[in-house]
């Protein structure tokens, strides 16, 4: 692995799941560990770049050199990256909720705001912050997603990356077991522009991310 590969770029990665509000006590969120967002944001410093990890609720230690902040919603997530800006990479490995409940109730919630039968709670779409990064006016040079698909995974992969306008799809099978949410390993595939696939075999996500950190350093210092 090659130092100074990042040398003078700002970097900016966000990970970990959000947690959306419903009451002033309970939220939406998801099992997202922020491990493979936290490890490329270790290995983009090795690389030399100057990193800004923004980061869902996780219970994980900030690496060395990395500035760190913390959010807990998609909106709020929205704002930080935004703000984090101008950077020459984004990486989006953050499970950002896509619905938020359609409002958060200012207090907590009685049981019988329901039923015997159930309840409905009303649910907005929350905004996509890979996809407004990558139209942003600030666009950074090289942004990169993360597809985790449990079925026609490099299908699905390659159809984001060209809907939300991406230099690179990093794709994972998350149906396979030991690897993806939670897992300290992985398992993905690289998917470019030109559609051209480079698999990355099983390895941890340590190992994974200064692949991915090598992978996307030699395409930004030769453009295509
Ligand atoms: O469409 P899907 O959610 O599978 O796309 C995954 C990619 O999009 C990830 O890189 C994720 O961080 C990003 N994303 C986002 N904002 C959302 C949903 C997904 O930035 N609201």
Do not use: W
């Amino acid at each position: 692995f090659e130092r100074g590969l990042l040398t003078g770029r700002h970097v900016l990665i966000n990970a970990g799941p959000t947690r959306e509000a419903i009451d002033p006590v309970r939220y939406l969120s998801n099992h997202s560990s922020g491990k493979m967002g936290f490890a490329l944001a270790e290995a983009a410093v090795e690389a030399g770049a100057r990193v800004t990890l923004v980061t869902g609720p996780v219970n994980l230690p900030t690496p060395p050199r990395v500035d760190r902040v913390d959010v807990v919603s998609a909106a709020d997530m929205l704002a930080a990256c935004d703000a984090a800006l101008p950077a020459d990479l984004f990486i989006a490995s953050a499970a950002v909720a896509d619905y938020r409940p359609a409002s958060c109730a200012p207090g907590k919630l009685k049981k019988d705001t329901g039923s015997d039968a159930g309840m409905t709670l009303a649910l907005v779409r929350n905004p996509d912050i890979l996809a407004t990064l990558a139209s942003h006016n600030q666009r950074p040079g090289f942004c990169v997603g993360f597809a985790a698909e449990t079925d026609e995974v490099l299908d699905y992969a390659s159809d984001k990356l060209t809907r939300k306008n991406l230099d690179l799809i990093i794709a994972n099978d998350v149906s396979q077991p030991g690897i993806g949410f939670n897992a300290d390993d992985n398992a993905v595939t690289l998917i470019d522009r030109s559609l051209t696939q480079q698999p990355l075999p099983r390895a941890s996500k340590h190992k994974l991310a200064r692949q991915i950190i090598a992978v996307i350093a030699a395409r930004l210092n030769t453009p295509a």
